[in-house]
Structure formats: C-alpha cells, structure tokens
C-alpha cells in the first residue's frame, strides 16, 4: 500500500519560512516524478512546484517563483517544499504527489500523479 505522509506545516508570519516534507511508502520513491499542489477552501487544487525522478528538471507556478524551492532525497524517499517569504496568499491546504510514471521532467497536470497525501495546513498572517 502506498502512503504519502506530509509534515511541516503551521501557522507563520508573512515573511517567514516553512519547510514542507513528504515522505512516501509502498513504492519505489527515486523512480518517480514528486510534486506538490494546493487548495484553499472552495478553490480548485492547483499546482505549485514539481520535480523529475533524477532531480535534474523543477517548475513551479509563478506566483512562487524565486521563494519557493522543491527538492528530493532519494536515500530519504522524502519530497521538500522550501517556502521562504511567505505571503498570506499563500495560506492553503498543501499536498503532495507521486506521479504515475517515470517523468524527467516536472508534471503540473494533476491527473499525471496517481497518489496523493492528505495534506498539511499552512496558514500566513499579515
């Protein structure tokens, strides 16, 4: 069975960082593209950073370019999401996700991960 389990999250001030970890089970964590998605309460899910199998090739939406990072540690089969300046926007339901295939490259269609985690609560103040 896999399992995806996210850790990190919590309640900051604007500016502040937070360092997301994902940790996953049941599947052979370094064969697959990793990603990480959010979801604030009424809104669609929507993607956030991805990274190939090998960690060569990252994306992430605009809106968190330059403050958040994505990276891997296969020897750890865990997932990091590194947010620094974090703004109040940025409050959301994150998730992480095991993607179906063998990507290089990083996935920001949802409907390429087949697992998912259940999610972590980050919540920025002014």
């Known amino acids: 069975q896999v399992q995806l389990a996210e850790s990190g999250g919590g309640l900051v001030q604007a500016g502040d960082s937070l360092r997301l970890s994902c940790t996953v089970s049941g599947r052979t964590f370094s064969m697959y593209a990793m990603g990480w998605f959010r979801q604030a309460p009424g809104k669609e899910r929507e993607f956030v950073a991805g990274?190939?199998?090998?960690?060569?090739?990252?994306s992430s939406t605009d809106s968190v370019k330059g403050r958040f990072t994505i990276s891997r540690d296969d020897a750890r089969n865990t997932a990091f999401l590194q947010m620094n300046s974090l703004k109040p926007e940025d409050t959301d339901v994150y998730y992480c996700?095991?993607?179906?295939?063998?990507?290089?490259?990083?996935?920001?269609?949802?409907?390429?991960?087949?697992?998912w985690g259940q999610g972590t609560q980050v919540t920025v103040s002014s």
């Open positions: 990274i190939g199998w090998n960690g060569v090739h990252t």
């Open positions: 996700a095991s993607a179906r295939l063998r990507f290089s490259d990083p996935q920001e269609r949802e409907d390429e991960y087949t697992y």
